[in-house]
């Protein structure tokens, strides 16, 4: 059976956007909120795993545009939280490699080996672009418009996404400065956010225990009017509010995983919306 509760506003997703838009809430006095998130903790793409004995990053790791005229909000949090972050030089490629004792390497081996993997990877990329252009299109049906198998996305991303979605100039460097810090702290990127969280969800011992933040809970569907939003979720449960937050990313969107009731207005790239 359905249940069904009222608030002034859902946040769906709980990454830093998230988080931040329901800090910004709860600060401005607006304390009757929910927050659904998917998964089983806050971060988001902010996210770290233990792996032998040591914190890796598996999505964000470097606070970018720092040094500017601006100051950055996050470098702002990291500083505050004590973050232990390591400035990258991308200058001298000796400064952001380190060996096992924590040493800088000797710049000459650094620089070679560094010097050698950008121009393999260069190589790498002109041959497989060079064996696109020359290869029958049929060949490649999908590839240009739409990939779909995992090697597919995987080609898209590294010669199309990771270095050229960002339409220069990008606002974050020319905001709030050139320079790059690596996250290097075992607590992982993700502290900022529960450092966020503990502003206005009520934590013990580290841990978020807040009513008001529900994880494992996937919203399904989303019904908008005059009257507010109705929010349903996977578990078959009804949330209603005033307003609705979506912070999911652009993918999740694109699947289709949410659906709109009245439907969002249409993509006008209906080939890359799955
Ligand atoms: C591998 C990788 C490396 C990156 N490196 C950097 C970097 O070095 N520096 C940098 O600044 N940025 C980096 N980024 C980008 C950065 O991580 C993201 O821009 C940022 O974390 C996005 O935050 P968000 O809150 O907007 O979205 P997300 O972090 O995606 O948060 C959205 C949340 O919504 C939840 N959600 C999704 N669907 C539903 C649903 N149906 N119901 C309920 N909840 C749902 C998700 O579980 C997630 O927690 C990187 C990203 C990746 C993947």
New binding site residues.
């Given amino acids: 059976m359905e249940s069904s509760n009222r608030c002034s506003v859902i946040v ?8 931040s838009a329901a800090k910004v809430l709860a600060k401005n006095g607006v304390e009757d909120i929910l927050i ?4 089983d903790s ?5 996210k770290k795993h233990s792996f032998g004995n040591v914190s890796v ?8 545009g720092v040094g500017g005229k601006v100051s950055n909000p ?1 470098w702002e949090l990291a500083v505050q939280s004590g973050l232990r972050t390591c400035f990258s030089d991308y200058s001298d490629a000796r400064y952001n490699i380190y060996d096992r004792s924590g040493e800088i390497f000797p710049s000459g081996v650094a620089g070679d080996t560094y010097k050698k993997a950008v121009e393999s990877a260069i190589q790498k990329l002109r041959t497989d672009q060079d064996s696109l252009v020359s290869a029958d299109v049929s060949d490649v049906p999908e590839l240009s418009t739409s990939p779909e198998t995992p090697i597919e996305l995987a080609i898209d991303f590294i010669l199309h996404d990771f270095e050229m979605a960002e339409v220069e100039p990008i606002s ?1 460097y020319v905001d709030f400065g050139e320079r790059e810090f690596l996250v290097a702290d075992e607590r992982g990127y993700e502290y900022l956010l529960y450092k966020m969280a503990e502003e206005f969800l009520f934590t013990s011992d580290g841990k978020i225990l807040d009513n008001r933040l529900k994880l494992n ?4 569907e989303l019904q908008h009017s005059r009257d507010g939003v109705i929010v349903r ?1 996977e578990d078959g449960c009804v949330y209603e509010a005033n307003y609705v937050i979506l ?3 652009i993918g ?1 969107l694109q699947s289709h ?2 659906s709109f009731n009245p439907h969002l207005p249409v993509s006008p790239y209906p080939n890359r919306a799955r």
């Fill in positions: 769906v997703g709980a990454g830093i956007s998230g988080i659904l998130e998917a998964s806050i971060g988001g793409r902010i990053e598996l999505g964000a790791g470097w606070i970018a996050v974050t809970t996937v919203v399904r979720t912070s999911v990313s999740v995983l949410i």
